[in-house]
């Protein structure tokens, strides 16, 4: 289908909208090191270090090997553009510039994976409105704007997501050609490397079994789907064996992650209210357009069975199928969510994915309800302007308070490390605990989820550096270097910086009798600064 330079154009728009969002928001977040902005940013740097080293990752929570690989692609690049030289000592000087570029990376795949989406839906259609619905998921739904700005699993998950709706509409729009073309292998390679990168991939795998309609098909899908798997996660380099393990702990055994019932509660009484959690979760902006597909759906297939006798091959065709098969995917990611660990908004990231896909078809639907009904084209216009603009007014109404959202949480995490600058405090030996809004707490963090592999390097750079385990109550001087209580080894005052409630006070009582004093020096909303200093009175006795 021909196609006009000024159409043409029309397909970057969105593109370029979502990159300047995607980049305004992470620079709203604050550096990666910033409170939450560490996990798991950090995990992924370090561990995609190890991976250009030759060395196994150990990270396997997630189980992140995709993006541990993307990680250490794009890194040897990044080194020859803006480091000096060697790759390990750059990365740990300067981790911010590596994660900066990383997520820049991340966000570039996405911009051609829209670019590419538009073009194609553009050829095939020649619509400019189907175009910009197809792009425009990306933006209208919050928990997927939400993400944009992570050096996570979740963009890329965004990306495979939007690559399978594609192919789902190349699918449809041959089929209503005439083709009966299926892209099994594809549709196996992108399910693979979601469910590598992060298992609340899994609902979209159902999703393909609607569009393969034989028993050959499905076995090429499976097969590629293990295989993409399994070369990603059971290879030499990949912690296999941990990746097992939180399998056997979180799926099996029900231990780790997920918490235990209440007592008197049932298990399904509680996933009813993991449900209900996670539908009020899902958005104001993109609630609208599951509801908008939903309805289509059943529009669509009136608009299929208006003919009688209703003929089982109508409901053999993919532009049948694929909303069968979109609605269990939503029903799915919903339901593995509500049962999942935590319950976080950014697990139904996956589905969101398709929004674009939803829209763009349901506005085909639209379209051929109103050709069905004898409706001229304009009646089709004019709905989709006003329901374009209520989606845009929406989303517009939304952007700027997640922005201001994203300010706020930058502030609150950098109060305690702004105190420390303006007291002359920076250089000052400061203890430091779980998620410290500091670049050396990051590295530790990172590190430890790289099996502490770059400790000695660490210690080089960082030989003042403190930390103070909560998990196994104890201290660190430096990376890796336990002690049982500081109040013996403690000469001069230093400096606590933390996440309020980490309950040192309680710790230094039972462990060093008494031997320090505490004082709080700034306490703010989410880090308080404490001083520590040795008790002269208790030296004295």
Known sequence: MSTSPIRLVLILVVPLLVAIWAIGLRQSSGPFWLGHNSDPSYAYLMNGLALSQAQPTVHADHPGATLHWFSAMLLYPIEFLAGEGDLVDDVLKQPETFLTWLHRGLIALLVVTLVVGGFLVFRWTGDPVAVVLFQSGTLMSSNVRNVLSEMSPEPLLVILAIWLAIFVFLQVSNAGKGSRAEPAWQYGLLIGLGL??????????????????????WMIYFGTSLLTFLLLVANPLTNSRGFLGFLVNNLLVREGYNRP???????????????????????????????????????????LLQKKPVSLAVLKRPQTRVWLGILVVLAAQILLVANGPFGKPHYLVPALGLTGLMTCLSWSWLKTLLRQSGLSGVYGRITAGVGFVVLLVMTSYAVPGQLRQANLEARAWSEAILFR??????????????????????????????GNRFSGRLQKLYPYFLYFDIWHQRFEIGFGRPVNTLGAILEDPIYVQGMKGSHLEAFFAEHDKGSVVIETLFEGIKEQVLEIRPDPDHRSR
């Open 421 to 450: 600058e303006e007291s002359g405090l920076l250089d000052e030996p400061t203890l430091f605990h779980y998620r410290t809004s500091s670049q050396e707490f990051a590295l530790h963090f990172g590190n430890q989820w790289a």
């Open 261 to 303: 019932l209440e007592e008197g509660r049932s298990y399904f009484g509680a996933m009813l209210d993991g449900i209900g959690f996670q539908v009020s979760e899902i958005g104001p902006t993109e609630l609208p357009v599951i509801l908008l597909t939903a309805g289509f759906a059943a529009l669509g297939m009136v608009v």
């Open 196 to 217: 590598a990168l992060k298992l609340n991939f899994a609902p979209l795998a159902l999703l393909p079994l609607f569009m393969l309609s034989t028993f050959r098909r």
